[in-house]
């Protein structure tokens, strides 16, 4: 099926090879600088394939011959015709300097005059991107992302939060924007809105039922966001059930309480503060283990998880759909 091929290094040699002779053949040079799982796997022996290829925006519109030469390597290769994706752009640091926080890779084609340079980020900056957009609570790309986190660390032998704060001084609260996990916005998108739950309670009786919890949840998610400002206070009111999860039951009570404090008008219900929704230990989902990571998210979680040991990133519900006021 077209768009459902990984990309490895060979392919996106080639791939660029072709953008290079097209912008030769027209006349100009392209800079094109890579992020993410691209980058990982072009620049080291972490990864071997990638799912994206996220590069900085290049300006809109493309010129019509990039866009043509782009879309023929989609239709030669079996890519998605969007197989280059500008949404990390608004990841990227106002503090990284291009010259100072970025390596040329190569330039493309490799022999004769080149019409394309690509750019990596520098460790330290990749880094700090991963940190910024980190899907901590995704179950799927959750680890992978960890994984870059701690071999990056490995590498740099500096601490997380020192890195996170060069490109960061301050945390910034991110808009509603990637999923609480990666299923959760595309299958709540794909997923009728009359079967969707209309409250927490709802959900957790779905997990509680077999229901993964990136669709049950993300599900509910989707609800709540798309409802008014009368009605989210009413879809977090009923007491959800008991997960026999410990974790669980604090996740969902730091959920409540943080799209209360956001997006309903009245004060929370008595449920929420329960001593079960409590944790005696620190909860670091995603992490793996690695201390960096923990380190991180023990900076990074808000207020609401961080209070029941639950450690999130720093926008744990981002979503595509924002809340009407």
């Not at 390597?73 to 890519?79: D, K, M, S, Y």
């Not at 022999?111 to 980020?121: R, W």
């Amino acid at each position: 099926m077209p768009g459902s091929r990984m990309f490895d290094r060979q392919g996106l040699v080639a791939a660029f090879t072709t953008i290079g002779a097209a912008a030769l053949a027209n006349g100009t040079r392209l800079e094109l600088p890579v992020y993410g799982g691209t980058a990982m796997m072009l620049a080291s022996n972490f990864r071997f394939a990638t799912e994206h290829v996220d590069i900085a925006e290049l300006g809109t519109p493309w010129p019509a011959w990039l866009t043509d030469v782009v879309q023929a390597i989609a239709a030669r290769e079996g890519w998605a015709d969007d197989w280059l994706d500008e949404a990390v752009t608004f990841h990227l640091s106002p503090l990284a300097d291009r010259a100072a926080d970025h390596l040329e890779l190569g330039s493309f084609p490799q022999t004769g005059p080149p019409g394309l340079s690509v750019l990596v980020p520098t460790a330290d900056y990749l880094l700090a991107l991963k940190l910024k957009a980190m899907r901590v609570l995704d179950p799927i790309k959750g680890p992978r992302e960890a994984e870059d986190i701690g071999a990056l660390t490995m590498v740099l032998g500096e601490g997380a939060i020192a890195i996170l704060r060069r490109y960061s001084p301050e945390p910034r609260r991110m808009p509603p924007n990637s999923a609480f996990c990666s299923g959760t916005c595309s299958a709540a998108a794909k997923g009728a809105t009359a079967m969707r739950p209309d409250t927490v309670a709802e959900a957790c009786r779905r997990f509680r039922e077999g229901q993964p919890w990136d669709r049950a949840m993300g599900d509910f998610l989707q609800s709540f966001y798309t409802a008014t400002p009368e009605a989210r206070a009413a879809m977090l009111a009923e007491e959800p059930p008991y997960l026999d999860d410990r974790r669980y039951d604090a996740l969902v009570g730091g959920i409540a309480e943080y799209l209360f404090k956001r997006w309903a008008p009245q004060a929370p219900p008595s449920w929420i503060g329960h001593r079960d929704r409590y944790l005696d230990r620190p909860w670091f989902p995603g992490a793996g283990g690695d201390p960096a990571m923990e380190e991180y998210l023990t900076f990074a979680s808000p207020a609401e998880f961080k209070s029941r040991n639950v450690m999130t990133d720093d926008e744990p519900l981002r979503r595509a759909v924002l809340p009407r006021r």
